[in-house]
């Protein structure tokens, strides 16, 4: 019988070790973080990275579009705006200047000045910011 003590723990043992275990994940839980608000960090650390595809640095450059902090802020504002409204591709209108987003991607695809007669297609929506 002694034998077997050594090797297996008692009733008392194992309920203390199963308290502690529960209370441990309870004080986790209660200091954690809900997926609710992790999930909504992540949508808007998202939206505040806009990229710029290949073809948009090239128009950009091409077209001497120089953007200022603020008004990629807007850009990104804007973006934000699209998406919560549902919009899938979006023409972001930021002052004299023109962008066409895609929101799932967080991606402007292209960038037109205001000197260019355009016509947009493949849009669902449009922010003026």
């Known amino acids: 019988m002694q034998g077997l003590q ?3 723990s008692s009733i008392e ?3 203390s070790q199963l308290l502690q275990n529960n209370s441990r994940t309870e ?3 209660e200091a954690g973080v809900s997926f609710q608000d992790i999930l909504s960090s992540k949508k808007e650390e998202a939206a505040k990275n806009l990229k710029f ?3 948009a640095n090239e128009r950009l450059a091409t ?3 120089d953007l200022s902090a603020e008004q990629i ?3 990104e504002n804007g973006t934000t705006k699209a998406r919560e409204k549902g919009i899938r591709e ?3 209108m930021v002052d004299n200047l023109a962008f066409i987003v895609n929101i799932k ?3 402007v695809i292209t960038a037109v000045g205001d000197t260019e007669d355009s016509i947009f297609t493949n849009i669902d929506g449009a922010v003026i910011s």
Do not use: A, F, G, P
């Open 73 to 75: 802020e807007r850009l």
């Open 53 to 55: 595809s290949k073809h």
């Open 27 to 29: 004080n986790s839980r």
């Open 6 to 8: 050594k090797n297996y």
């Open 90 to 92: 979006s023409l972001v």
């Open 63 to 65: 077209r001497q579009i």
């Open 13 to 15: 043992q194992m309920t």
């Open 105 to 107: 991607n967080n991606t």
